[in-house]
């Protein structure tokens, strides 16, 4: 019988089958790093997740002001990359790095399936 990290990371290893993701984790909305796939290095994992857990409470909170709503996702586009946090459950994030090549449309759909087997899961 599979663990919990291990069903994790299965659902990390099922995503990073779309084209385009270089980097992809599970965190806590405290920002405690669950399960991750690494990228290249240049950012340790704890502080990945620690600051993408960061980005997306302040925009649930502003969000939350403004619509009385929760965002499912938050997107930061740079000039050759996409940082999207996606909201799996209560308690748990997905966030995935995705290059230029990716196609924004196609890594959402998958989000949306993989955070709800994160949500089951956890």
């Known amino acids: 019988?599979?663990?919990k990290t291990q069903s994790l990371e299965k659902v990390l290893k099922d995503l990073s089958a779309v084209g385009g993701i270089e980097l992809s984790a599970i965190v806590s909305r405290q920002g405690l790093l669950m399960?991750?796939?690494?990228?290249?290095?240049m950012l340790s994992s704890e502080a990945f997740a620690a600051l993408t857990a960061t980005l997306y409470?302040?925009?649930e909170s502003t969000t939350l002001r403004l619509r009385e709503q929760?965002?499912?996702s938050i997107i930061v586009e740079t000039e050759?990359?996409?940082l999207i946090t996606y909201a799996a459950g209560p308690d748990a994030l997905i966030v995935v790095l995705v290059g230029k090549e990716g196609y924004i449309g196609l890594v959402l759909?998958?989000?949306k399936k993989a955070s709800e087997k994160v949500r089951i899961i956890i």
């Open 1 to 3: 019988m599979e663990t």
């Open 35 to 41: 399960v991750t796939r690494e990228g290249d290095g």
């Open 57 to 59: 409470m302040s925009a």
């Open 70 to 72: 929760k965002p499912k």
């Open 80 to 82: 050759d990359k996409h």
């Open 109 to 111: 759909n998958e989000l």
